[in-house]
């Protein structure tokens, strides 16, 4: 079975967890992992508000069950088009926001600017060009970049399309676990575990090139878990270096100041004039484990320059 089509099947595995967004949450308060998840929804939910607010057009690439709804809601974008390779997540998600529409309209005190979404599976993401024809303000990509470094044509192939379909002076966000941290947990015995988080090392030999360096990563109590046959979710090493290159071909370029005291607080103070912000979890818990969990990740913002190239056919790009 090719990587695609296990992670297809993993996310398919864990596409409704819940029969409404109520009791969904109320699962996700109770979880073991529910210091983590409340840390990685402020992580984005503070992405999306200094960098999206008011948004006329949001693209969001493997949005999965559609779990930033409410922020976009929250923060004034108009429209958002959600990719995905899962179609049982991209049903999901289009129930959750039949359902958070229906909330809406029940609230007749509400004066916000109504929220259109809808979300189209697109199994090919990473192996075709993708356009509606339309241009986006912002495109997101979040917890999912990792795995399109199996090859660098699949990385090639998937920010050609976020600088295809984003605007000149628009902006493309994300989170992704650092390739270099999760190398670091390996260590030589190619497996780490504790409580919270098992990595396994699924490459041979040492790490020879950016591509292609497979790992298994169940974190307990979220989508990465193991289900059904699955041990856990099928991932890459994942590098900034590569992304920097390939986006500066298509006139991306990073924005390391964010200018916003409150989101910067949550990366390692470190990191300020870095491109990847690691994230700086500080979790109420005795179990050190969910917070080194948590650290494997980190955030980026690039910005297409009012000048930027329009991106050659895909065959070209590939």
């Known amino acids: 079975m090719a990587n695609r089509d296990v992670v297809r099947s993993h996310y398919n595995a864990h596409a409704v967890d819940a029969p409404n967004f109520d009791i969904a949450l109320a699962f996700r308060q109770k979880g073991r992992a529910a210091a983590l998840k409340d840390f990685h929804n402020d992580v984005k939910r503070l992405l999306i508000r200094r960098f999206a607010s008011n948004a006329d057009m949001l693209l969001d690439l493997c949005c999965g069950r559609g779990g930033d709804m409410h922020k976009w809601l929250k923060f004034g974008v108009k429209y958002v088009k959600g990719l995905d390779i899962s179609e049982g997540e991209i049903v999901e998600a289009a129930r959750r926001f039949d359902e958070l529409r229906a909330q809406e309209d029940n609230k007749t005190e509400s004066r916000r600017q109504p929220l259109v979404a809808e979300f189209e599976p697109f199994a090919e993401l990473g192996e075709k060009e993708w356009s509606d024809g339309q241009m986006y303000d912002v495109v997101t990509c979040n917890f999912a970049l990792h795995y399109f470094f199996e090859t660098e044509r699949n990385l090639k192939i998937f920010l050609h399309n976020v600088a295809l379909n984003l605007k000149p002076g628009g902006t493309f966000l994300g989170t992704i676990p650092c ?62 270096a590569p992304i920097k290159e390939i986006l500066a071909s298509h006139g991306l370029v990073p924005v390391t100041d964010f200018q916003d005291p409150h989101l910067e607080s949550i990366f390692n103070p470190g990191d300020r004039s870095e491109v990847l912000k690691h994230f700086n979890p500080r979790f109420p818990s005795s179990d050190p484990s969910l917070e080194i969990a948590s650290a494997m990740f980190g955030a980026f913002v690039f910005r297409k320059l009012l000048n930027a190239p329009q991106p050659v056919s895909i065959t070209t790009a590939a």
């Open 179 to 240: 390739g270099k941290r999760v190398q670091h947990l390996l260590q030589d015995s190619g497996m780490f575990s504790s409580t919270m988080l098992k990595i396994q090392k699924r490459w041979q030999g040492p790490v020879e090139g950016a591509f292609g360096n497979a790992y298994t990563c169940a974190i307990t109590d979220t989508v990465t878990e193991g289900k059904g046959d699955s041990e856990g979710s099928s991932e890459y090493l994942t590098f900034m």
